[in-house]
């Protein structure tokens, strides 16, 4: 399971580093990190200011087309 974790924040990670395109794994990866990130704030109130670099948040807001 620690693997999965990691690859998920790999793709995000490599995308941001230009080692990878934005592609639908990179979408889906973001997607699946910043759900775990409102899991992970809803926990306690201790953890709701934490927040995505502005680069991944930059990349949340981009519009890049996805093959269908």
């Not at 974790?5 to 889906?28: F, I, K």
Request: hydrophobic fraction near 35%.
């Amino acid at each position: 399971m620690a693997q999965v974790n990691l690859n998920h924040y790999q793709v995000v990670s490599g995308c941001l580093q230009g080692e990878r395109p934005v592609d639908e794994q990179t979408l889906a990866s973001l997607a699946i990190l910043s759900e775990r990130l409102d899991r992970v704030r809803q926990t306690h109130g201790v953890f709701s200011g934490i927040e995505f670099s502005s680069a991944v948040k930059d990349l949340q807001k981009s519009n890049h087309p996805v093959p269908v």
